[in-house]
């Protein structure tokens, strides 16, 4: 176990700690969403949620301690949320400078249109923040677990169940997650 877990004494050392696990989780959320959304989006999101775990550790919500999987496990759900609302933020900026643009070059659409295209943008937000809550961590470590080279063996031993109880679990959540994924 790393000792560097134990509870910080002090602000700079707590910072440090943050850094040093949040650099083991960015690459596997790198590696979870970078098929649907920009790089450039998911950098901004990754950065700003690890504002928000550090928010998080001043608010007295997140405890180092030396129970180092639950730190990660707490870590994970706070990131993988956190990215969630970041990146469908980040798309619904892009859409509206887009119908910025052609409202530019064209006749302003009537108001029932932008009334009806209003109710749909919120309806799809609402939805995507449904979706994206649903995700609890014991789910979203099934993904980082798949995503980091895991197999279903050794998943399946280290929750003491069969393979093919871990392997049905975690295609059912995949499915999910592509519905999530497929919004942004």
Request: proline share 2%.
């Amino acid at each position: 176990m790393d000792r560097a877990l134990r509870t910080p004494a002090t602000e700079a050392e707590a910072v440090a700690v943050i850094n040093k696990i949040y650099t083991q989780i960015a690459p596997i959320i790198f590696a979870m969403f970078y098929r649907n959304v920009r790089k450039e989006d998911l950098a901004d999101a990754i950065q700003s949620t690890a504002l928000i775990v550090w928010s998080y550790y001043k608010g007295g919500k997140l405890k180092l301690s030396d129970n180092e999987g639950e730190v990660f496990q707490y870590l994970k759900s706070i990131a993988f949320h956190s990215v969630c609302r970041m990146l469908y933020k980040s798309k619904r900026r892009r859409e509206k400078e887009s119908r910025a643009r052609e409202s530019a070059i064209t006749l302003a659409p009537d108001s029932a249109a932008e009334c009806a295209e209003r109710d749909q943008l919120e309806h799809d937000r609402r939805a995507f923040a449904t979706l994206a809550s649903q995700f609890d961590p014991g789910e979203i470590q099934l993904l980082f677990d798949r995503e980091s080279g895991m197999t279903f063996a050794k998943m399946a031993q280290s929750r003491q169940i069969t393979t093919q109880a871990i392997a049905g679990r975690y295609y059912s959540v995949m499915a999910k997650f592509r519905r999530l994924a497929a919004m942004l």
